[in-house]
């Protein structure tokens, strides 16, 4: 049974970092794509970053050169940096992989 099990959300003020990390059991990390998405209130689930199996990366606009996803196989842990975070990144964060996703982690940024 595959589990994905997010963790490091938080409060923030404007211009601080966090780093959410995602434990997957039940699965190779690194063979699978992973990905983080985003859902804030009232607005739909949105890509956020992913990371393929061979390593390269792929980012939404919003969060380009202030996040960076990677990964740990060693832990089957992959990982979302995040700085200079601003109100609007305000949301659930999740991590997906194929059909399975997290629990999520709440993220607020104050400002």
Same mark, same amino acid.
Do not use: H
């Given at each position: 049974?595959?589990q ?5 959300? =938080? ?14 059991? =039940? ?13 804030a209130? =009232? $607005?739909?689930?949105e ?7 061979? =390593? ?7 969060? $380009? ?20 975070? $601003? ?25």
């Open positions: 049974q595959v994905l099990v997010e963790s490091g959300g =938080g409060l923030v003020q404007a211009g601080g970092s966090l780093r959410l990390s995602c434990a997957a059991s =039940g699965m190779i990390l690194s063979i699978n794509a992973m990905g983080w998405y985003r859902q209130p =009232g $607005k739909q689930r890509l956020v970053a992913t990371i393929r199996s061979g =390593g390269s990366t792929n980012y939404a606009d919003s969060v $380009k050169g202030r996040f960076t996803i990677s990964r740990d196989n060693a832990k089957n842990t992959v990982y979302l940096q995040m700085n200079s975070l $601003k109100p609007e990144d305000t949301a659930v964060y999740y991590c997906n992989s194929r059909n399975w996703w997290g629990q999520g982690t709440q993220v607020t940024v104050s400002s």
